[in-house]
């Protein structure tokens, strides 16, 4: 018996072999958990399919762009026909245009600001909405995040402000899904060579840094994320509701 036996998982945000999203859907797999993953249009679907694969049959491949309700009622109707319920929900999904995490967060345009909230953050209060009528034996949301919401990263700029608007999110969702013994939490992931970092120009240099002045003098794993996901997900966090989970070698903690 494991960890997640028996339990239903539904992951957003594989892009590839490196994305957060799949180093924590192969953790909740190994514990035991059966998973239906979304993708972000067809230039994704080839990659999640060849991922999803890996786990054999028992998977359910799905289109969803969070920013259509459309797409997200499909998913859980879908969820709904194979499943019957669900347990599990993982949020590992951001977008800002390129050019709003170049320049100075002060140049953000209106345009800009609205596509990173309504990708980064509002999908999550969608997502939730539309998961928690199949949580019927509770459940556990969780959602990535980055040390960007609450101090100046420099050039992170209006993700960071969606991300602090994700993690109050989850604090707001943790509150009204909590007497459905829904639980929200995000994973504040230290920098990690993934898709969605490379090409961040300087990104390097910011694993080098964490590597100099993190406690644990390294970079995370994913397989570390993916052990979190695992915790956060099963009854060891049963308690665990509305926070943000710092895996980030304990730089956060410090003060220079
Ligand atoms: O949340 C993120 C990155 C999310 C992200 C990345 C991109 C790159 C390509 C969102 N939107 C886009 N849009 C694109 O066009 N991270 C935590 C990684 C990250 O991104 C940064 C960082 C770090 C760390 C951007 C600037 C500074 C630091």
Redesign the pocket.
């Given at each position: 018996m494991s960890l997640l036996t028996d339990k239903i998982g539904v992951v957003f945000g594989v892009a590839n072999k490196r994305s957060i999203a799949w180093a924590i859907a192969q953790a909740w797999h190994k514990a035991g958990a059966r998973l239906a993953f979304t993708y972000q249009g067809e230039r994704l679907k080839d990659n999640v399919e060849e991922l999803a694969g890996t786990f054999g049959q028992d998977t359910l491949l799905l289109p969803c762009d969070v920013t259509k309700d459309e797409d997200i009622q499909k998913v859980f109707e879908q969820i709904a026909a194979k499943y019957g319920r669900l347990d599990l929900l993982l949020h590992s999904v951001?977008?800002?245009?390129?050019d709003a995490?170049e320049g100075e967060f002060v140049n953000t345009s209106r345009e800009a600001f609205r596509v990173s909230h309504d990708v980064s953050a509002y999908s999550l209060v969608a997502l939730s909405r539309a998961a928690a009528p199949l949580m019927t034996s509770g459940g556990s949301i969780v959602a990535m995040s980055?040390y960007?919401a609450e101090k100046v990263?420099?050039?992170?700029n209006v993700?960071g402000v969606a991300k602090a608007s994700l993690e109050a999110s989850t604090r707001y969702l943790a509150y009204d899904l909590g007497p459905k013994k829904i639980r929200v939490n995000c994973i504040s992931a230290g920098?990690m060579n993934t898709l969605?970092?490379r090409?961040?120009a300087g990104?390097l240099d910011?694993m080098k840094h964490y590597e100099a002045h993190s406690p644990l003098k390294r970079n995370v794993v994913p397989d570390e994320l993916g052990a979190t996901g695992v915790f956060l997900a099963s009854d060891g966090a049963a308690a665990i509701t509305g926070q943000v989970l710092y895996v980030d070698c304990g730089y956060q903690i410090m003060g220079m």
């Amino acid at each position: 018996m494991s960890l997640l036996t028996d339990k239903i998982g539904v992951v957003f945000g594989v892009a590839n072999k490196r994305s957060i999203a799949w180093a924590i859907a192969q953790a909740w797999h190994k514990a035991g958990a059966r998973l239906a993953f979304t993708y972000q249009g067809e230039r994704l679907k080839d990659n999640v399919e060849e991922l999803a694969g890996t786990f054999g049959q028992d998977t359910l491949l799905l289109p969803c762009d969070v920013t259509k309700d459309e797409d997200i009622q499909k998913v859980f109707e879908q969820i709904a026909a194979k499943y019957g319920r669900l347990d599990l929900l993982l949020h590992s999904v951001a977008f800002a245009p390129k050019d709003a995490l170049e320049g100075e967060f002060v140049n953000t345009s209106r345009e800009a600001f609205r596509v990173s909230h309504d990708v980064s953050a509002y999908s999550l209060v969608a997502l939730s909405r539309a998961a928690a009528p199949l949580m019927t034996s509770g459940g556990s949301i969780v959602a990535m995040s980055y040390y960007g919401a609450e101090k100046v990263v420099p050039h992170y700029n209006v993700m960071g402000v969606a991300k602090a608007s994700l993690e109050a999110s989850t604090r707001y969702l943790a509150y009204d899904l909590g007497p459905k013994k829904i639980r929200v939490n995000c994973i504040s992931a230290g920098p990690m060579n993934t898709l969605a970092a490379r090409g961040i120009a300087g990104f390097l240099d910011m694993m080098k840094h964490y590597e100099a002045h993190s406690p644990l003098k390294r970079n995370v794993v994913p397989d570390e994320l993916g052990a979190t996901g695992v915790f956060l997900a099963s009854d060891g966090a049963a308690a665990i509701t509305g926070q943000v989970l710092y895996v980030d070698c304990g730089y956060q903690i410090m003060g220079m």
